[in-house]
């Protein structure tokens, strides 16, 4: 049964094969030779086909890598002149509670962060005054520099008050923290070293930012100045003034320039370190307390700032505002009145505050964090001129800090039972520690356009 099935299948394949049916008619002492001259020629033939089939893979490898260069290239200028705006914002989807990771180990609530710049450790702060450097793929602690008591500043290496901002240098070299103490402390962030302590700031310091591809250090303080520093050199460089109210938040990039939030004088600060001099921008819009003073307008506080790119940046307020603004324009290019809801009874509500903000660099997406037990992302439009809800993730607590992986993989909150400002509210189901959110995406090519 076997044989006849194989002797149909040759049979079969016969009318298909007419040179193998040709090659078994022609015995081999009848066969053409090939001459030396014909093979010379037919050999020549293939060598320059092979030739000509290398030379066009060759173009077509060199046409590629030159679209990717020029791509990069026109990225780079883009980002230099503060324009780049890649739409991503379209490609997430909300994540899986289940994805979502708490790591814990702060005692009190959680106040700072920052990601390391290859996305694998994340440092946190918090009011016990310590710092924990973790493992993002694992969620270990990979190292803790433990909070002092107050008083044991001569012989406790670390912080003894609540520590409310942190920054790490763009090459991860340097990890710079500040407290209520007046005191900034620089640490070498892979082993959690420490180096140096800064001190001038006359109050606390509320805002760190290093310099993109520098050791230069930004620092904002409650005593409404900026001070520049060189870490390199253990150095003081500068002092600049201008808020007329404790700074709330500083951000930078490249430039020689930071941006800051001055609290209740309600301005955003852009700062040119180099010129000497200083852009004003004023926002956000006030809001009314409806049926208690009717006639009384709230001056809220701008709390929070983040760069999306050199030419644009994010803040949020307490009283519930997010806006989004260019270096060119005075004014907000959109703003988002109570972007995360209001509490309270009938007649007396009042919005979520904004405690927190964050960006992924030069794209169209941002976060911003409350008390509201949710995070919500955002999405900007063309040119940063409209802003609208993504999806919210649930969170409970003050959401104190966020921020973006560089590679906008996974987004990082700091959580707690506070405010990291402050003790108006206490949500005693809240737990203190970080939160690792894994940012799914949808396969889509990437746009890029030129931010107006």
């Not at 794209?363 to 609208?388: H, I, M, P, Y």
């Not at 906008?408 to 520690?433: C, D, M, P, T, Y």
């Amino acid at each position: 049964m076997t044989s006849r099935h194989n002797e149909e299948i040759s049979s079969d394949s016969e009318p298909d094969s007419p040179a193998v049916e040709k090659k078994v008619r022609v015995p081999e002492d009848e066969e053409i030779e090939e001459t030396a001259q014909e093979k010379k020629l037919r050999l020549a033939k293939l060598y320059l086909e092979q030739l000509r089939e290398e030379e066009e893979e060759k173009a077509e490898e060199e046409d590629f890598e030159k679209d990717l260069i020029a791509g990069r290239l026109q990225e780079d200028v883009l980002e230099q002149r503060g324009k780049l705006q890649r739409f991503v914002a379209k490609d997430y989807q909300p994540p899986d509670i289940a994805d979502i990771r708490l790591l814990r180990g702060h005692q009190l609530p959680v106040t700072c962060l920052v990601i390391s710049p290859d996305d694998k450790q994340v440092f946190s702060a918090a009011k016990d005054c310590s710092i924990i450097k973790w493992e993002v793929e694992s969620g270990k602690k990979l190292h803790t520099i433990a909070g002092g008591r107050k008083g044991t500043e001569d012989r406790h290496v670390g912080h003894t008050a609540h520590i409310l901002c942190m920054a790490i240098s763009s090459d991860g070299k340097y990890l710079a923290t500040g407290d209520r103490n007046k005191l900034i402390m620089i640490w070498e962030a892979v082993p959690c070293k420490h180096l140096y302590t800064f001190t001038g700031h006359r109050d606390a310091v509320s805002g760190l930012s290093f310099r993109k591809g520098t050791h230069q250090l930004y620092s904002a303080s409650h005593d409404r100045s900026i001070k520049v520093w060189n870490v390199d050199e253990n150095a003081y460089v500068e002092t600049l003034f201008g808020h007329q109210d404790v700074i709330t938040g500083l951000d930078s990039l490249s430039r020689e320039r930071c941006v800051t939030t001055g609290g209740r004088d309600r301005t955003v600060r852009v700062w040119k370190i180099a010129e000497e001099s200083q852009l004003v921008f004023n926002g956000h819009d006030y809001f009314m307390l409806a049926n208690i003073l009717p006639y009384f307008l709230h001056r809220g506080s701008i709390d929070c700032i983040q760069l999306i790119n050199e030419e644009h940046m994010v803040t949020g307020a307490d009283d519930g505002s997010i806006a989004v603004w260019s270096v060119g324009k005075k004014k907000p290019l959109v703003t988002v009145k109570q972007a995360h809801g209001c509490h309270g009874d009938g007649g007396l509500e009042q919005p979520y505050w904004i405690s927190s903000v964050a960006a992924l660099q030069n794209s169209d997406t941002v976060a911003s964090g409350s008390n509201n037990s949710k995070v919500q992302l955002w999405k900007c439009g063309e040119g940063f001129r409209n802003l609208q809800p993504l999806f919210s993730i649930p969170l409970t607590g003050f959401v104190n800090s966020l921020k973006f992986s560089n590679s906008g993989n996974f987004l990082v909150a700091g959580v707690g039972q506070e405010h990291r400002l402050g003790r108006w509210w206490r949500i005693k189901e809240a737990k203190n520690g970080l939160y690792i959110i894994p940012l799914k995406k949808q396969n889509s090519e990437q746009d890029i356009t030129r931010s107006k």
